[in-house]
């Protein structure tokens, strides 16, 4: 169960950023070009924001129950020393729950929002915040703890 989460958790985040990029280039694009919000608009920013629910539910079960690095490892005397498990356990949970939260009220500010301008100008704000945050704490080897790319 725990390598199949896993392996879910770490290709469904390639739909995350795919979907995010294109919802910020939309909207990007629509709010300098002064275009409609069409469809494809609403469409871009459901799937970014549901994929992102959909990591964050996966995280979950993976954190309070599967992951060696999760609440268990919190737990444990020390732990907030420990980078690897300090990003895992706190860092990444938080900052991610975070950017799924934005995107949320990016897309409730979105549809609430009648004049097409603002619809991309919020969305372009949200979105690309939400997508900062992401890119920021996907475990690259950069600035946090490596993690495979790709795992089979």
Do not use: C
């Amino acid at each position: 169960m725990y390598q199949t989460l896993l392996v879910l958790h770490s290709w469904s985040r390639w739909f995350v950023l795919i979907f995010g990029l294109i919802a910020v280039y939309r909207a990007y694009v629509g709010y300098t070009g002064r275009r409609p919000f069409l469809s494809a608009d609403n469409g871009m920013s459901a799937a970014f924001s549901g994929f992102m629910w959909l990591q964050v539910i996966i995280g979950l079960g993976l954190y309070f129950d599967l992951s060696a690095v999760g609440l268990h490892a919190m737990k444990q005397a020390g732990a907030m020393k420990d980078p690897i498990i300090r990003f895992f356990g706190m860092e990444h949970a938080v900052v991610m729950i975070l950017a799924a939260v934005v995107a949320q009220v990016g897309r409730i500010a979105v549809k609430k929002t009648s004049d097409s301008t603002q619809k991309h100008r919020k969305a372009l704000l949200y979105f690309g915040v939400a997508l900062v945050l992401v890119l920021l704490m996907i475990p690259w080897g950069i600035w946090n703890p490596a993690r495979p790319l790709f795992r089979f």
